[in-house]
């Protein structure tokens, strides 16, 4: 089946320094999504990619569909405390009429005040 | 509000007694789903339907059982057969199996 490789599994970094965490397969997607987690909660939706070399923007974070289909990064740049919590990539592929997701297993962000 | 209410957020049961989680939307969305979490991991696939009265098996299915008879809900019966039912439990809703998936808060269940 479809998996996904997601990096680094953890992150400890300053305040105010950038993040860059992504996620890699040998399957293709038909989209790419990337979510954010705080603990006990259930992931939010931070950015969703829908086209081969699209590269969106939420404020202080990018992200890009890789042009092979096959990655997807995310970037945070000018980090502050609040973005602590795990942030998941997934990969959506169809089966059987439907977006099936795929998801990572999580990078864990510490962000020192 | 608009969105996706799952009860209760914690959840206590004996070895061997079935349990039903609740998941409610009322965003009028079709899909609903149910997803399973364990330390460290990812995300895993139960149970998802595209419309009411309909749905399919995901990757871990084994021990768990669903229904759909109205729009806005999906409850999830973990079944006594599930080996390790001890888990954070997450549904998600989307406007249709096509859409973009939405998460609601969760609820970790305890097997004792």
């Known amino acids: 089946g479809q998996q996904l490789n997601q990096s680094p599994q953890s992150m400890f970094i300053q305040e105010g320094e950038d993040v860059s965490m992504n996620c890699t397969s040998s399957s293709i997607f038909n989209t790419w999504l990337w979510y954010k987690q705080d603990p006990g909660e259930g992931p939010v939706l931070l950015i969703a990619l829908y086209k081969a070399g699209e590269l969106t923007s939420n404020g202080r974070l990018t992200a890009q569909f890789g042009i092979t289909r096959k990655d997807s990064f995310l970037n945070i740049s000018a980090s502050i405390p609040s973005d602590v919590g795990i942030y998941f990539c997934a990969g959506g592929i169809t089966q059987g009429g439907s977006e099936k997701l795929v998801f990572g297993k999580g990078t864990k962000l510490t962000v020192n005040p | ?112």
């Open chain 2, 1 to 112: 509000d608009g969105g996706i209410t799952q009860s209760p957020k914690y959840l206590f049961r004996k070895e061997g007694q079935n349990v039903t989680l609740s998941c409610e939307q009322n965003l009028n969305h079709d899909a609903m789903y149910w997803y399973r979490q364990d330390p460290g991991q990812g995300l895993r696939l139960i149970y998802y339907s595209q419309i009411v009265n309909d749905f399919q098996k995901g990757d871990i299915a084994e021990g768990y059982s669903v229904s759909r008879e109205k729009k806005e809900s999906f409850p999830l019966t973990v079944t006594s057969a599930q080996k390790n039912p001890t888990a954070f439990y997450l549904c998600a809703s989307s406007m249709t199996s096509r859409e973009t998936q939405y998460f609601g808060p969760g609820t970790r269940l305890l097997v004792l």
